[in-house]
C-alpha cells in the first residue's frame, strides 16, 4: 500500500510516500528532504500524534481563561476526547505560566499546562 501525506514538522510541507506492507511493516520512505520528515512519516503512519493548544477556564481571575498545551504529543485519535475534557476543566486563579492544569488527560500520561499566567482579581 502507498500513503502520501504531507509533512507538517515544518513550514517547507514536503510531500512524502510511504509504501506499507500488508503486515503494516514500513518498507520506504520518499519525498522528505531531511530526517525529521522520515520520522514524522513513520510515526504518523503507525502512531499518529499531535500536540494541542487550547484555553482553560479560570475562576477568580482577572481573565475569564487562560491558554494552554499538552506538555508532549497525545495520540491522534483521542484529540477530540481531550478536547472535552480540556473544554469541562476549569481552574481556580492565580494561575502561574507551566501550571499543570489538566493532569494525565484521558490516562495518556501526558499533562495540559498553563502557557500564560492569569492573576487573581
Ligand atoms: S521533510 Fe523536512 S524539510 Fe520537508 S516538511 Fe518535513 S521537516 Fe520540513
Known amino acids: 500500500m502507498q500513503k502520501n501525506i504531507i509533512c ?9 510516500t510511504v ?3 500488508d503486515n503494516g511493516e514500513i ?3 520518499t519525498g522528505n528532504t531531511c530526517k525529521r520528515g522520515d520520522a514524522y512519516a513513520r510515526t504518523e503512519c503507525t502512531n499518529p500524534v ?3 493548544a487550547s484555553t482553560v477556564k479560570v475562576k477568580g481571575g482577572i481573565y ?3 491558554p494552554c498545551k499538552s506538555a508532549g504529543a497525545l495520540p491522534k485519535d483521542k484529540i477530540m476526547e481531550c478536547m472535552a475534557v480540556i473544554n469541562e476543566a476549569e481552574v481556580k486563579a492565580p494561575v ?3 501550571d499543570v492544569l489538566v493532569k494525565n488527560i484521558l490516562g495518556t500520561g ?3 499546562v498553563a ?3 492569569c492573576p487573581a482579581k
Open 19 to 21: 509504501e506499507i506492507a
Open 110 to 112: 501526558i499533562d495540559i
Open 50 to 52: 499531535r500536540s494541542l
Open 64 to 66: 475569564n481563561v487562560v
Open 8 to 16: 507538517v514538522a515544518c513550514p517547507m510541507g514536503c510531500g512524502v
Open 96 to 98: 502561574s505560566l507551566g
Open 115 to 117: 502557557t500564560n499566567h
Open 27 to 29: 518498507l520506504s520512505v
